[in-house]
């Protein structure tokens, strides 16, 4: 951390805050410039996260700028090598272009093994599907809960695919990891520090969405909440970020995945149905996120997406899937990637 | 709903909308104009929130447009007269100005009876404290959790003044509802679904935060699923949202004051603390804010801001808040309002 | 500026850097820390604008910490003293609330008489007017260029007004110059350079509308280009920002008023009509602005909002106007203002 | 346009509705629905852009919704199929990728020769490079204006590429116009509409970057200007917008690209150098936006970015440039593209 002090402070003032900082064990290295004094605190501040902010009120301060990096576990100057997640023999993040997908919500038997199959015969690694749906509204279709993830445990039984599904609620973290893989973190819930804990206490893989308006640094120290409590299973997911566009439904940010490869070892995937929600969009910009060096995709695909109990709008038909499928693979062999494919026998 | 029709659509796939609409049971009006056709949906397409989505994939159709508003119990169309939440004799939305104050964590009985004393010497109508606090980093300091909260019931019972804290989880809400009088919904958990159900199940008084990018409809609707589950005592705090500007920790929405006010029958606090994050800022914009039409103010002071454990880059100390008491009274009387005065005798 | 270094940078990249400092007749001083070397660069680094991208790009570098401020004439540190600008013997900034007042754009001669009369006869002390009308459509209505000049010229010759109206180009600068008291510069050529030189030329008083997507530091540069050319004439205007949220037309930005206030010696007012977009919320926001500290206001007021032909919706009628006179007059009372009344005998 | 009534209107206030519509020779539809009545309007609401604002204002109407595009020309219901721009024989949007790429400022004879011989023999398209460049600060270092033209088309002399450079202002537009072969319009002025239409005057073709805070609407708007003029080559150029993360410079929008294509038949390319800000960024999410659908690539390439005289945080050296075209030519190989390759004989 740098303190920066007010044109004409005191030494009073600057004493102060030298003495603060002594206070707690670190060491101030004045420079005095042209038009301003700058303190160099020499020490882990990322011990004293208060520190900052208490010295910002201090008389004669200006300002104080952070030097250290806020997160340790997850950053790549702690673990250089690229972590790859392991789910049931699926690994993600090991050079190879992973697809999850399935519907947005299991809404019946029929709807979720129509779905399964489908994955599974156009090359998916993952099946995804909401038993428990986060819903702006009150008054929308909320997930079939534990009927649900049963229907996807059947799904995984047939098709050998690992299941993906959110978890919302500390209450239910218990009953989701009974039947899930991989839990899911949603946007909504990005910040949900209790939430985090207790998922990281499964020691399940986690899948973390970026929250809707979190920036790259509040992402990854979500997964430093997870990574802090000992699970080290975290997979970055970039959905799309809320900004003053509303052309599609999120910005997404094609620029998180390097950023997220230069500042962590964790592997990152894109969620387009989420980042445009507009199912045209999807296919253009999944090909993008896998070029600019996404590790997998996660796409919402129904049988009949006009008929859709969520997010329809967004969801391909088996027919696009199929498309962008085909067309992903291509992109991977152009950065030189292949498509991952289960070592899962069924 | 308004469903606008691509140009050059077919008869079939115009025919195909109709009665996907008659198919929920309600009625397709067309508008053939000069460059497109758009059909009106009559009936009440708040009870098929699925259905614009299920539209907007098929075949012919550009998009549809919402006309209803989604939320129905916190608007002033279901209810003209406006809410007064009654908190043990404290009432916010009667015309006065409620101020809520108190150090933004619970540190020590020292600190929280020093505060408590203070806040109602000058004025304060309600302390607030955390003793669960939301840190955006697993390093920072948590809060004292139930010891905080006896604290906080402590300074209570010794200077009356109501008691404000958060909840963030749903495994604290029983023991949070225990001590507090109001319970408060941070930023972070303004779509904790789950949450919000669970505590508007306690039939405490609600002082629901606006999620940093949760739009004004987003947030009217997160209310809604409080006054769902019959818990009729929400109060709304606008708190800053996200922005491109870094000047100032948030973008403090002054528009949301009135605009609330003229959707929802609701009252609406302001929270320039979290809103500026810099504490120079807080009393010009807590006076903008009232003049605006708030309802009241939840401000963060604090003893020795420079030693607090969170927030102390925008707390007030006690001079500070002092001025800023004054102040508000005066703006006060100049939008004919009066300062609440609690009417509990201690 | 600081230059923050890699974690395990080689001595060679440090010397290297050093040297670049150097190159530019600067000097660094490292800070050896824990886990990054940190290099202090001393002297006016505001002279050499590129050093820090040069910087940046270097072997062993992480980032570039910016610590003098990138204005000079603008700021509080160069002049401690508010300025007043003086429009004809209208004083903004000394302590009172300007109104400037009237249509967005002209229209007619009836309709710019009415509302200049009006304007007067309700306590505006500048009337402003468009003569040249920014318009995001090229299909809409642009203005009656200069002859719309010289129906505000004859306004002002009946009511002692000052004028304040749009500038849009270069090649116009004179010709409006040549009528206008103030000019105003727009929100979309916020950061057209060229333009902010051609008006300072004028060595009229300038009106400095905020970017909608500036943030306060590009504003306050923006001001410094017509400084560094001898006009000291500025008044800046905040007129709401661009963000996710669009229940209103911008975000109004309370907490740029006492930046302003702190960081430049400039006076600052808002404009509510842009900054909401809907003219219910006008008065409110207004009200606030003022109780935040605004020198003063912009509103757009036309004689029959509904048969506008530019902003409707968001314009005042008179009788809205006095309204909002009548409320500021008090609010600005209680924060210890009058109202700013013209010397200009008529 | 749909005008949405408030539950509860009067009878005097519809038919005040009805009457103002028919006022300017268009139709009202009315649709009476359970919750609120919506009055469609038939016609060319296009030409009546100041109709929506003016109905909002009446009494009895909650707001008004558009249907039809703002713009036509540009639309490709206007056109359907793609627009190809024709530079010096260099086709954009034919199916293949251009390369523009050169350095940000023209800094001198060496530098603006080594660089577009190294850009020739590297397989860029076009050469660019700035003469006069738009600086946030008065203090930076601002082109050499004619000088640099005149370096720019030597450049095109030895190496056979065309030009693309900056014009920021309608008195530079001769001068720019008599060496360039295609006018960029810069982000700042991306809403200078006597600039926009000063450039069309030129008949030569127009790169149009996005504003860093325009919607893709507003952003096609500022084409239609261009088109309405009578110029129809313009290339549309996504540099990325502001939004609330600051990890990189901006946030490239990603989506822009296929939303572009759906709703104009103008190619569409992208600036990866501003859209990131930094150049480790700039390879990855370049593959990204040309596997997106992007016609080609607008890249900043300097012989020597660290003593750059701006933008150097954002440029690639030779080498960097190098490691870019082979793998972009890999990825337009797997989405059935080609690299453009000029068909000027040297």
Redesign the interface.
């Known amino acids: 951390m740098?303190v920066?002090m007010k044109?004409g402070h005191s030494t009073e003032e600057f004493e102060a805050v030298m003495a603060?900082i002594k206070e707690v064990g670190l060491d101030g290295?004045p420079?005095?410039?042209?038009?301003?004094t700058?303190i160099?605190v020499?020490?882990?501040d990322?011990?004293h996260?208060?520190l900052?902010?208490?010295?910002?009120?201090?008389a004669g301060v200006e300002s104080t700028?952070p030097?250290?990096s806020?997160?340790k576990l997850c950053s790549r100057?702690f673990k250089s090598e690229d972590t790859i997640v392991d789910v049931n023999g699926v690994k993600v993040g090991e050079g190879t272009i992973t697809v999850i997908a399935g519907p947005c919500a299991v809404e019946s038997e029929e709807q979720v093994m129509s779905a399964a199959r489908a994955m599974r015969a156009r090359g998916a690694s993952m099946l995804r599907g909401g038993a428990f749906k986060?819903?702006?509204?009150?008054?929308?279709?909320r997930g079939l809960e534990e009927d649900g993830l049963r229907l996807l445990a059947q799904a995984r039984e047939e098709t050998g695919l690992p299941i993906v599904t959110e978890v919302?609620?500390?209450?239910t973290v218990d009953i989701v990891a009974k039947y899930a893989d991989v839990l899911q973190i949603g946007t909504?819930?990005a910040?949900?520090?209790?939430?985090l804990e207790e998922v990281a206490r499964t020691h399940k893989p986690i899948l973390l969405k970026r929250?809707?308006?979190s920036?790259?640094?509040?992402w990854l120290?979500a997964a430093?909440?997870i990574l802090?409590k000992g699970n080290r299973s975290v997979i970055m997911c970039e959905r799309g970020?809320?900004?003053?566009?509303?052309?599609?439904r999120n910005?997404?940010?094609?620029?998180?995945?390097?950023?997220i490869k230069?500042m962590s070892h964790l592997p990152v995937v894109a969620d387009p149905s989420h980042?445009?929600g507009k199912?045209?969009?999807v296919e253009?910009?999944a090909?993008?996120?896998?070029?600019?060096?996404a590790d997998g995709l996660i796409l919402e695909v129904h049988p009949s997406?006009?008929?859709?109990?969520?997010?329809?709008?967004?969801?391909l038909d088996f027919d696009m899937f199929s498309s962008v499928m085909a067309?992903v693979a291509?992109?991977a062999?152009?950065?030189g990637k292949v498509m991952e494919r289960s070592t899962v026998a069924v």
Chains 1, 2, 3, 4 share one sequence.
């Not at 920036?215 to 509040?218: A, G, H, L, P, T």
């Not at 940010?253 to 950023?259: E, K, V, W």
């Open positions: 740098m920066i044109p603060r290295h420079i005095v410039g042209v038009e301003r700058v160099g020499v020490g882990l990322r011990e996260p208060e900052a902010d208490d010295i910002e009120v201090m700028v030097i250290s806020p997160f100057e986060p819903r702006t509204s009150p008054y929308s279709f919302m609620s500390e209450a909504r819930n910040q949900n520090f209790f939430l929250g809707m308006s920036s790259i640094q509040e120290l430093e909440y802090a970020i809320r900004t003053f566009e509303t052309a599609a910005t997404m940010d094609i620029n998180a995945i390097p950023l230069e980042g445009t199912r045209k969009l253009p910009v090909l993008g996120m896998v070029a600019a060096g997406p006009e008929h859709a109990l969520s997010d329809g709008a967004q969801s067309n291509k992109v062999g152009a950065v």
